[in-house]
């Protein structure tokens, strides 16, 4: 992450060192057998303005019946 690109971990409660101050944070949860629900927390400015599209998109999908 410090070349500017993308880095995922799986498990990153396990290393919190290595996580930087700033970054995004996605968790799963399994909801059944067929679904997920992500849990989206942005830490720092760049990240907060990526994830708010995305928080504007599930408060949509919550509302559909």
């Known amino acids: 992450y410090d070349a500017g690109g993308v880095c995922l971990i799986e498990w ?11 970054h995004l944070r996605i ?7 067929n679904r997920r629900r992500f849990h989206i927390t942005a830490k720092g400015r760049q990240y907060q303005l990526l994830a ?9 999908r919550q509302s559909i019946p």
């Open 12 to 22: 990153a409660d396990r290393v919190p060192e290595a996580i930087p101050e700033e």
């Open 27 to 33: 968790d799963i949860e399994p909801v059944d057998a």
């Open 52 to 60: 708010a599209p995305l928080d504007s998109f599930t408060k949509e």
